[in-house]
């Protein structure tokens, strides 16, 4: 799964690799980006790449009640197709979501966990695959996302059973773009990207709670 992941590039930065036509409002740096929390997102308008805050935690637009968002934080990529909730959004409502790393907690014992920090070893900033959808209920309305995991990778495997789909930079436009695409095809799409070089290292416990911020979160153990 993906539950934690970081965002410390500059706003110029982040508009300049992903060909951003607008300003992020209100953006700021984030150590520890956790579920239920807003994420930095990119969705094609049809012309151009829009750069927007998301509440991540899918709440599809046919759901009775938002706190399903909090169970649909991940969409596994090999059934997405088949479900109710995702296969739409495969087919109309893709999105990258921003990140520069991500943190996963590789099992000691059967008590213990050592949290990591993952990120790409031959670039800063990278795009999790996403599926956004709208929710609207009397007047309260949500624009809500998950992100799309699979199967470890050889370097991943050693850690988790799972993984967020990172997309390459060059399938990021393809993955991004408005038209309508097939579920079934863009799924396959998701599941033959070529694997990126990943790199890890330690960091504290700190990171565990959802409520730390802050330099700590990504301090290397000594």
Same mark, same amino acid.
């Given at each position: 799964?993906?539950?934690?992941?970081?965002?410390?590039?500059?706003?110029?930065?982040?508009?300049?690799?992903?060909?951003?036509?607008?300003?992020?409002?209100?953006?700021?740096?984030?150590?520890?980006?956790?579920?239920?929390?807003?994420?930095?997102?990119?969705?094609?308008?049809?012309?151009?790449?829009?750069?927007?805050?998301?509440?991540?935690?899918?709440?599809?637009?046919?759901?009775?009640?938002?706190?399903?968002?909090?169970?649909?934080?991940?969409?596994?990529?090999?059934?997405?197709?088949?479900?109710?909730?995702?296969?739409?959004?495969?087919?109309?409502?893709?999105?990258?979501?921003?990140?520069?790393?991500?943190?996963?907690?590789?099992?000691?014992?059967?008590?213990?966990?050592?949290?990591?920090?993952?990120?790409?070893?031959?670039?800063?900033?990278?795009?999790?695959?996403?599926?956004?959808?709208?929710? @609207?209920?009397?007047?309260?309305?949500?624009?809500?996302?998950?992100? !799309?995991?699979?199967? =470890? +990778? &050889?370097?991943?495997? #050693?850690?988790?059973?799972?993984?967020?789909?990172?997309?390459?930079?060059?399938?990021?436009?393809?993955?991004?773009? @408005?038209?309508?695409?097939?579920?079934?095809?863009?799924?396959?799409? !998701?599941?033959?990207? =070529? +694997? &990126?070089?990943?790199? #890890?290292?330690?960091?504290?416990?700190?990171?565990?709670?959802?409520?730390?911020?802050?330099?700590?979160?990504?301090?290397?153990?000594?």
């Amino acid at each position: 799964m993906c539950g934690r992941f970081t965002l410390l590039a500059e706003e110029l930065e982040i508009l300049e690799a992903f060909g951003i036509a607008n300003e992020i409002e209100n953006y700021q740096p984030r150590y520890n980006i956790a579920p239920g929390q807003s994420v930095l997102a990119i969705v094609h308008d049809g012309e151009k790449n829009r750069a927007g805050y998301l509440k991540w935690g899918l709440v599809p637009s046919w759901a009775k009640d938002s706190s399903i968002g909090y169970k649909m934080i991940n969409a596994r990529t090999e059934s997405a197709a088949e479900k109710p909730s995702f296969k739409r959004l495969l087919e109309r409502r893709r999105c990258l979501i921003v990140a520069d790393s991500f943190y996963e907690w590789k099992r000691l014992d059967k008590k213990n966990k050592q949290p990591l920090r993952i990120s790409l070893q031959n670039r800063k900033l990278f795009a999790f695959a996403g599926l956004w959808d709208r929710w @609207k209920q009397g007047e309260q309305e949500m624009v809500t996302c998950t992100i !799309l995991t699979k199967s =470890p +990778n &050889e370097f991943m495997s #050693a850690i988790h059973n799972r993984m967020p789909v990172i997309l390459p930079k060059e399938k990021e436009q393809e993955w991004v773009e @408005k038209e309508q695409r097939d579920a079934e095809e863009m799924q396959n799409f !998701l599941l033959h990207l =070529p +694997n &990126e070089d990943l790199t #890890a290292y330690e960091v504290s416990t700190y990171v565990n709670s959802a409520t730390n911020e802050g330099e700590d979160c990504i301090a290397p153990l000594v």
